[in-house]
């Protein structure tokens, strides 16, 4: 995987060469727009709104709308006078503790890796940042944008992530929620239970994208001329009255405890040799 970035991450007098390499990958299913008649691909257009007639390229300019309908245009060299000088460094700014954090800053995952002569003062620095429970907050510039970042320890490695400016979040302020005191004790108390009974170590193995997966199985069944079979979520039995807070949370607690330990049978069973038993279907009511 080629790097996207590459340079130097700087702290104090420290300078350590590293390269960028992206830590997700999308997997998302692409469509094309087609006509239907002929499933010829449909090209987009230019289209001006004045008078209806397609624009080339070389007749568009870039405009700024400060109120409604009325644009300020900038050109290539205005863009050029508003860049930042490139820099081939991260610098570090501050380390902060990483629980200080408000997770609604972070964005996109990249890995750090150590360039050459880098392996010594990048081990140094991870462990430091693991040690402490910090995170190095800095700024980057890639392809002329510059970004805040943070730099944190996930196992052996140090991920920069992306993240927003603090202009770029929604202040929780300009919506009402709920307040605390239209829970009563005895609700709180069950709903704290309920939360410990379905507590479990996390396992992002364990979450798919069931619609994806639903989509795929009709895109194969269709190349092969066949009817897709789908396996769709049981939809649960809702009361149409207004439900009982308490006898909901009830019944959850006997649904989590039920399932807890057949959970715990089976795992008894395989571990004894058994062959475990299937679990029964249980009717929702």
């Known amino acids: 995987m080629a790097a996207i970035w590459k340079g130097s991450l700087t702290f104090g007098l420290v300078n350590i060469p590293v390269e960028l390499k992206t830590a997700v990958r999308a997997d998302h299913i692409s469509f094309r727009l087609l006509h239907q008649e002929d499933l010829s691909p449909v090209k987009y257009e230019r289209v001006c709104q004045a008078d209806g007639e397609p624009v080339p390229w070389n007749e568009i300019v870039k405009g700024y709308e400060y109120e409604k309908g009325r644009f300020v245009v900038l050109t290539d060299a205005d863009f050029k006078a508003a860049a930042l000088e490139q820099s081939k460094t991260i610098d570090i700014l501050d380390f902060v503790k990483e629980d200080e954090i408000d997770p609604r800053f972070f964005e996109t995952p990249y890995y750090l890796l150590p360039g050459k002569g880098g392996d010594k003062p ?66 709180l108390q069950m709903a704290e239970q309920l939360v410990a009974n379905l507590a479990e170590p996390f396992d992002p193995t364990r979450y798919t994208d069931e619609y994806r997966a639903n989509l795929m199985r009709v895109i194969k069944a269709k190349m092969k001329g066949k009817k897709p079979r789908l396996e769709g979520p049981e939809e649960e039995a809702r009361d149409s009255d207004v439900l009982d807070l308490m006898s909901r949370l009830r019944a959850s607690l006997e649904e989590g405890a039920g399932k807890k330990g057949a959970v715990r049978a089976r795992g008894k069973a395989v571990a004894a040799g058994r062959k475990p038993a299937k679990p029964k279907n249980r009717k929702t009511a």
Do not use: C
């Open 122 to 187: 990048y081990a140094l620095l991870r462990e430091a940042i693991r040690n402490t429970g910090s995170v190095g907050i800095g700024k980057i510039i890639i392809r002329q944008t510059q970004h805040l970042v943070a730099v944190k320890v996930v196992g052996d490695a140090l991920v920069l992530e992306i993240m927003r400016f603090a202009n770029e979040l929604v202040d929780s302020k300009e919506f009402n929620f709920p307040a605390r005191n239209a829970i009563r004790p005895q609700e």
